[in-house]
């Protein structure tokens, strides 16, 4: 492996300034973890540069790092088809597929007071599978937790956040399956104060949860060589 070796991280890209320095910081935590490795950060929307443009420009070889909760449009076409025609680009598994996203999202849920139920804010997508994998994460939640767990999503088809919010009757909070601030981050909060009830931080907004994937992704990294 040669220090030319790229590892591109792969957002979404947000409006948000706040959002954006949560991805940024985490890249640098990559950085620091990776100091062999040339770190990149692309973005399929709002920011530049495009995955596409920047595989095009210098991703031969490169390791493309999905930074998304769920394999929807975002992961199955627009970081796919980019890394399709670049020799030796390989795209390893979303970040929404780590153990360590679980695991955050535990800790998050346990700072909720009580044992009843609570909903799992995602972003929602309009693919079937990627609804079905925080559906399963939802499952996974409930299990580690001992409570009930209702997933809603922001957007798309499927249960809305503020349906799962009525159908968890008496919900005692709302963790937030988002990475970093932004609009849809803004959305859940929204409905949180409406029901006024306790609502968690993306999973970028705090040190521990920028540090923990940070280290993930290297390790992911690395064991995939």
């Given at each position: ?50 995955v596409g443009d920047l595989l095009a420009h210098e991703g031969?070889s490169a390791d493309v790092v999905p930074l998304f909760l ?156």
């Amino acid at each position: 492996m040669t220090a030319a070796h790229a590892l591109v991280l792969v957002a979404h890209g947000t409006r948000s300034p706040i959002g954006r320095a949560r991805v940024r910081e985490l890249v640098d935590g990559v950085r620091m973890l990776a100091p062999h490795r040339r770190v990149l950060l692309a973005h399929v929307d709002v920011e530049e540069p495009r995955v596409g443009d920047l595989l095009a420009h210098e991703g031969e070889s490169a390791d493309v790092v999905p930074l998304f909760l769920s394999a929807g449009v975002h992961v199955r076409q627009d970081v796919l088809d980019a890394a399709r025609d670049v020799h030796g680009a390989r795209v390893l598994e979303h970040l929404g597929m780590r153990p360590v996203i679980t695991d955050l999202l535990v800790e998050a849920a346990q700072t909720l007071r009580g044992s009843g139920p609570v909903v799992l804010a995602s972003a929602g997508s309009s693919n079937d599978r990627a609804r079905a994998e925080v559906q399963a994460l939802g499952e996974r939640l409930a299990e580690r937790l001992g409570r009930e767990v209702m997933v809603g999503f922001v957007g798309g088809p499927g249960p809305s956040v503020e349906a799962a919010i009525a159908t968890a009757s008496a919900a005692e909070g709302i963790v937030t399956h988002l990475l970093a601030p932004g609009l849809f981050a803004d959305l859940v909060a929204k409905h949180a104060g409406a029901q006024g009830i306790p609502v968690t931080a993306p999973l970028l907004d705090t040190d521990h949860g920028r540090a923990a994937v940070a280290r993930d992704i290297v390790a992911h990294v690395a064991a995939a060589v």
